[in-house]
C-alpha cells in the first residue's frame, strides 16, 4: 500500500478523529503566553490540511475569540485570531473563513480595536475594484 492508501487507511482516520477535536484550544492555553500566541499563528495550517480540519479550526478559533475577553491579554489575542484565520483564507481561498473573521471583528466593542482587527486581516466586505481606489 502507497502513501496515499495509508492517509486512507482506517487506523489513520481513528487517528485524526481523536486528535482533531484537541487541537484548536488546548494549545491556545498554555501557562507561557508566547507559545499560546505562536500556537495561535500556527493553527491555520492544521485548518489547510482538509475540510474537517479546517471546520473546526475556524470554529474553535471563533470560540477563543469570543471566549478571550475576560483574559489579561485580549486584544493580543483577537489579533493572532484574526491574523490566523486571513492566513488560512489565503491559503484555501474559501470564502466563509472570511465571513467568521469579518463577523468575528465586528463583535468587537472597542472601535480602536475592530479597525486595528480589520486592518490587520486585510479583510473586506467588498473587494476593491481593478482601477485601485
Given at each position: 500500500m502507497g502513501?496515499?492508501?495509508q492517509l486512507q487507511s482506517p487506523a489513520f482516520s481513528r487517528l485524526r478523529n481523536a486528535l482533531v477535536p484537541l487541537v484548536p484550544l488546548?494549545?491556545?492555553r498554555d501557562e507561557r503566553f508566547v507559545t499560546a500566541r505562536h500556537c495561535l499563528l500556527s493553527l491555520w495550517k492544521v485548518g489547510a490540511a482538509g475540510a474537517m480540519q479546517r471546520r473546526r479550526v475556524v470554529d474553535g478559533l471563533a470560540g477563543r475569540f469570543e471566549e478571550c475577553i475576560a483574559e489579561k491579554n485580549c486584544t493580543l489575542i483577537r489579533f493572532d485570531i484574526i491574523q490566523g484565520l486571513r492566513k488560512l483564507y489565503d491559503e484555501v481561498k474559501e470564502e466563509t473563513i472570511r465571513e467568521v473573521a469579518l463577523e468575528l471583528i465586528e463583535t468587537e466593542a472597542d472601535l480602536k480595536y475592530r479597525k486595528k482587527y480589520a486592518a490587520s486581516?486585510?479583510?473586506?466586505?467588498?473587494p476593491p475594484s481593478a482601477h485601485g481606489r
Open positions: 502513501q496515499l492508501g488546548a494549545v491556545t486581516g486585510r479583510l473586506s466586505r467588498s
